[in-house]
């Protein structure tokens, strides 16, 4: 009994000290939810091609991943421009390149999703958090002093349409980054409702020997 008092007790601490950590974290923003629509991941890829890449790599992410959220062979060739299909996706800048401009080299994005705390909605949030200030220069809310720039320009859109229209693309690039982050999320769920169905099989002929054995004991 005593144990188990000392054990709820302990809990409490872990608890409320994990409460202390979350609430000193820069608030996030509302609205964001993670997609796994094809439509989505497959638009988020496009920006992140089009756009991240000029500064970021994906390490861990190869061409033929892209067919797992619907591109098609051919899209995939296309994107691919000649290198090979298990090549990584990497940045057009070389490192030296980045080092020149940002005096570092922009962070590998594959795991970005999980390596930041509440990383789908921390990278939703950092690329709409960029403001221009009295000066007319860009800063950004959440990560005071951050090199990257204000790559979708939403600290000078105009209007809520345009607004509208930059966080949609940005959560789309959310959303790819997370399925970046584990790309066989979707397998492995599906993996495990065979296990579980091969479970409920094996519980059921287990059912049966037993029964056999039980009759002849009796
Ligand atoms: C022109 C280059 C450039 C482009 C384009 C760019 N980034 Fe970055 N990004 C950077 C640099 C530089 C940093 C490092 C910032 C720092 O640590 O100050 C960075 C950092 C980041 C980080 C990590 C922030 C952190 O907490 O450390 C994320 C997430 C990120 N970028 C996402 C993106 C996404 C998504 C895109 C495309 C929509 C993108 N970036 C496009 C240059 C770029």
Redesign the pocket.
């Known amino acids: 009994m005593k144990n188990k008092k000392g054990l709820l007790l302990l809990l409490g601490v872990v608890l409320y000290s994990t409460q202390i950590c979350a609430s000193s974290n820069v608030s996030l923003l509302d609205g964001y939810e993670v997609s796994v629509e094809q439509d989505n991941l497959k638009k988020g890829a496009t920006?992140?091609y089009n756009?991240?890449r000029?500064?970021?790599s994906l390490k861990y992410i190869k061409y033929q991943h892209l067919l797992d959220i619907g591109f098609s062979e051919s899209e995939v060739n296309t994107l691919r421009q000649g290198k090979l299909m298990n090549k990584a996706i990497v940045s057009t800048?070389t490192p030296e390149n980045?080092m020149k401009?940002?005096g570092?080299v922009?962070?590998d994005?594959s795991i970005?999703a999980k390596a930041?705390k509440q990383g789908p909605e921390?990278?939703y949030s950092?690329?709409l958090s960029y403001v221009e200030n009295s000066e007319g220069v860009y800063e950004n809310q959440i990560?005071n002093?951050?090199?990257?720039?204000d790559?979708?320009s939403y600290s000078i859109a105009q209007g809520e349409q345009e607004k509208q229209a930059i966080q949609k693309d940005?959560a789309d690039?959310?959303s790819f980054?997370t399925w970046a982050s584990d790309p066989h999320a979707t397998e492995r769920k599906s993996m495990g409702l065979g296990v579980i169905a091969y479970l409920v099989v094996l519980s059921g002929l287990m059912y049966l020997v037993m029964r056999r054995v039980w009759r002849r004991l009796e």
């Open positions: 920006i992140y756009l991240c000029l500064c970021h800048s980045a401009m940002f570092m922009p962070p994005l970005m930041r921390y990278i950092l690329m990560f002093g951050i090199k990257m720039p790559v979708f940005v690039v959310a980054l």
